[in-house]
């Protein structure tokens, strides 16, 4: 069986930093922790909580040292981080940082805030703190009709970085045609674009992809949704479940794996796959 691995797959610029700079402060600190899951990955995650990092899901005072995770967080621990003088160790990728910026001056400007993307997410919870929590959702192309639009006022649009690029310029028209007055950010960052990109291309090429990812990555269950379109794809977590039965028939195997998978874990599917006759 020829197994061939996406081009980018695997961690992205946002999430190598992150976690290069967790490790990091987990020598320098005593006492650190990390508010949430620094990104969407148990084993990763495992893997620093084993090296001394505490993962709290409330920000207190006695948390000293406190790392804000990759996909950003809301802006109530920022004011309570200052106000009680805590040490911010800020991950926050650069792109979601653009959106937190993008909705704070669009909404202090008037504009009402459009967020593209699932809205229990925890990086759209974020981007949506930074309108005091007004904006509206679009999860879907069906969610644009049940906007409420009002044409005596201006909106500004963002998307979720790991939004479905194929979806996007459909939104982006509907969007276009239903409202007066409208500034769209295009905010779908480029790691998940080009991961999305190359697994649709393998997909192409391949009897059978696997795409390894988290079940809380949203971007990883992005590739398998766009994978699963063009051909027979799995969703795993890692190698343990797998088994040899999967790939009766199987000549040639894509292998993706979403921007928060430990290249450990994908290396240990690769190693398990060589050995499938
Ligand atoms: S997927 Fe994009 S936005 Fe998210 S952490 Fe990675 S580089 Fe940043």
């Given at each position: 069986m020829e197994i061939i691995l996406s081009k980018f797959s695997g961690y992205c610029y946002g999430v190598k930093k992150a976690v290069s700079v967790a490790d990091e402060s987990i020598d320098k600190y005593e006492d650190i922790y990390s508010l949430g899951s620094l990104i969407h990955n148990k084993r990763a995650v495992e893997k620093l909580k084993n090296?001394?990092?505490?993962?709290?899901?409330?920000?207190e005072e006695k948390n000293k040292n406190i790392i804000f995770r990759s996909h950003g967080v809301e802006k109530k621990y920022y004011d309570y981080a200052s106000k009680h003088?805590?040490?911010?160790?800020?991950?926050?990728?650069?792109?979601?940082?653009?959106?937190?910026?993008?909705?704070?001056?669009?909404?202090?400007?008037?504009?009402?805030?459009?967020?593209?993307?699932?809205?229990?997410?925890?990086?759209?919870?974020?981007?949506?703190?930074?309108?005091?929590?007004?904006?509206?959702?679009v999860e879907d192309i069906a969610d644009t009709g049940r906007l409420d639009i009002d044409d005596e006022k201006s909106y500004a649009v963002v998307f979720q970085t790991t939004f479905n690029i194929e979806k996007y310029t459909k939104i982006v028209e509907i969007l276009k045609e239903k409202i007066k007055?409208?500034?769209?950010?295009?905010?779908?960052?480029?790691?998940?674009?080009?991961?999305?990109?190359?697994?649709?291309?393998?997909?192409?090429?391949?009897?059978?992809?696997?795409?390894?990812?988290?079940?809380?990555?949203?971007?990883?269950?992005?590739?398998?949704?766009?994978?699963?379109?063009?051909?027979?794809?799995?969703?795993?977590?890692?190698?343990?479940?797998?088994?040899?039965?999967?790939?009766?028939?199987?000549?040639?195997?894509?292998?993706?794996?979403?921007?928060?998978?430990?290249?450990?874990?994908?290396?240990?599917?690769?190693?398990?796959?060589?050995?499938i006759d």
């Open positions: 090296k001394g990092l505490q993962v709290v899901d409330k920000l003088n805590l040490n911010v160790i800020d991950t926050t990728c650069i792109y979601v940082k653009k959106i937190h910026q993008i909705v704070e001056e669009k909404y202090r400007e008037g504009y009402e805030i459009i967020i593209v993307g699932s809205k229990k997410h925890p990086e759209v919870i974020g981007i949506n703190s930074w309108s005091d929590y007004k904006a509206q959702f007055n409208i500034e769209i950010f295009n905010t779908i960052c480029s790691a998940t674009k080009k991961r999305q990109d190359f697994a649709l291309q393998l997909a192409e090429e391949v009897d059978m992809m696997i795409v390894i990812g988290d079940t809380s990555s949203s971007n990883s269950k992005k590739l398998y949704e766009l994978a699963s379109e063009k051909v027979k794809s799995i969703f795993i977590e890692d190698v343990a479940e797998l088994e040899e039965t999967m790939f009766d028939g199987v000549q040639k195997l894509g292998v993706t794996a979403g921007a928060s998978t430990p290249d450990f874990v994908i290396d240990e599917v690769i190693d398990y796959l060589k050995k």
